[in-house]
Nanobody
Framework: QVQLVESGGGLVQAGGSLRLSCAAS????????MGWFRQAPGKEREFVAT????????YYADSVKGRFTISRDNAKNTVYLQMNSLKPEDTAVYFC?????????????????WGQGTQVTVSS
């Protein structure tokens, strides 16, 4: 079992930055690829970014590429999402998730554990 707790969400003006954190319980954090997803009101949950177990490979949705950076600290059992140049369309609840898979990491179905989410609101 892996428990995930997100933090760092809030209200920010367009063009601003936020850093989300996701703390994981357990001793097996380094065995999981970690992902960030988001869900806006009335929309489906969508892929944002993922990072491989070792932290070497990272992948991003086109909508956030160049603005968001995912990273992880396996010693602290934590994954981060640095969000810069935020836009109103980035407003959503952001979820972190853990996957035991090595592929299809853009897919919700590939993730075994999910956090409760943290709200990010970007005002124009």
């Amino acid at each position: 079992q892996v428990q995930l707790v997100e933090s760092g969400g809030g209200l920010v003006q367009a063009g601003g930055s936020l850093r989300l954190s996701c703390a994981a319980s357990g001793r097996t954090f380094s065995r999981y690829a970690m992902g960030w997803f988001r869900q806006a009101p009335g929309k489906e949950r969508e892929f944002v970014a993922t990072i491989m177990q070792s932290g070497v490979g990272t992948y991003y949705a086109d909508s956030v590429k160049g603005r968001f950076t995912i990273s992880r600290d396996n010693a602290k059992n934590t994954v981060y999402l640095q969000m810069n140049s935020l836009k109103p369309e980035d407003t959503a609840v952001y979820f972190c998730a853990a996957s035991s898979f090595l592929y299809n990491l853009h897919s919700i179905a590939s993730y075994d554990y999910w956090g409760q989410g943290t709200q990010v609101t970007v005002s124009s």
